[in-house]
């Protein structure tokens, strides 16, 4: 059973405009959310990241929100450029007291930047 | 300048074959984990290790084995290789248990 759900599996934006991704989460025990982004060929690459202390966080284009009600977070990038065309995942952990337990990862959103 | 490192970063090989997945890092950092991904898939977390001497199996049950001996140094072996271990490999190390983890580029593994 996915504990981390991306269900949009491809998004298109033009460039300049906003894009947002987004993903649903199902255990309450994670407490720490981040996103990466992935090209082709190459390991993800750490974009920003929340924990569950806030519902914001911001890092220059990118600002992801958290909505713990909802189990629900997303990432806002403004304004979209070409090179952040890429595959985005969404990861998340639990704490569990400082333990080394790895991240759980979404299926991933490929983000289309059109000229 | 501090970096993690995955070799080979592409593999084909025949099935039966021993192969082993070498990953080092030079950040200095005690945790360290191997995930699987298949394409259009989520990735998957197979192995991890606290530091020196210690190994764990991750969320998704795998053939391999690694080993951590030395800090910098994590590597994957998979004593006789199947067309089922076919994925893409990556390694990741991390200086806290939950947060940010950083990743290699991967070892695309073809098994023929």
């Known amino acids: 059973d996915q504990q981390v759900k991306q269900n949009s599996p491809s998004l298109s934006v033009q460039e300049g405009r906003i894009s947002i991704l987004n993903c649903d989460y199902t255990?309450?025990?994670?407490?720490?959310f981040l996103w990466y982004k992935k090209y082709p060929a190459e390991g993800p690459t750490f974009l920003i990241s929340?924990?569950?202390?806030?519902d914001k966080n911001e890092d220059g284009r990118f600002t992801v929100f958290l909505n713990k009600s909802a189990k629900h977070l997303s990432l806002h990038i403004v304004p979209s450029q070409p090179g952040d065309s890429a595959v985005y995942f969404c990861a998340a952990s639990a704490w569990s007291g400082g333990g080394a337990d790895g991240l759980t990862f979404g299926k991933g959103t490929h983000l289309i930047i059109q000229p | 300048e501090a970096d993690i490192y995955q070799t080979p970063r592409y593999l084909v090989i025949g099935t039966g074959k021993k192969i082993t997945l070498e990953c080092s890092q030079t950040?200095?950092?005690?945790?360290m984990y191997w995930y699987q991904q298949d394409p259009g898939m989520e990735l998957h977390l197979i192995h991890y290790?606290?530091?020196?001497?210690?190994?764990e199996k991750g969320d998704l049950s795998s053939e391999s084995t690694v080993s951590r001996i030395r800090t910098e140094h994590f590597p994957l072996t998979l004593e006789s290789a199947r067309p089922s271990h076919t994925s893409q490999y990556l390694c990741?190390?991390?200086?806290?248990?939950?947060?940010?983890?950083?990743f290699g580029p991967g070892t695309r593994l073809t098994v023929l």
């Open positions: 929340i924990s569950s202390i806030k």
């Open positions: 990741a190390s991390s200086d806290n248990g939950g947060g940010e983890q950083f």
């Open positions: 255990n309450s025990m994670f407490d720490y």
């Open positions: 290790s606290y530091g020196v001497n210690s190994t």
């Open positions: 950040m200095g950092h005690d945790k």
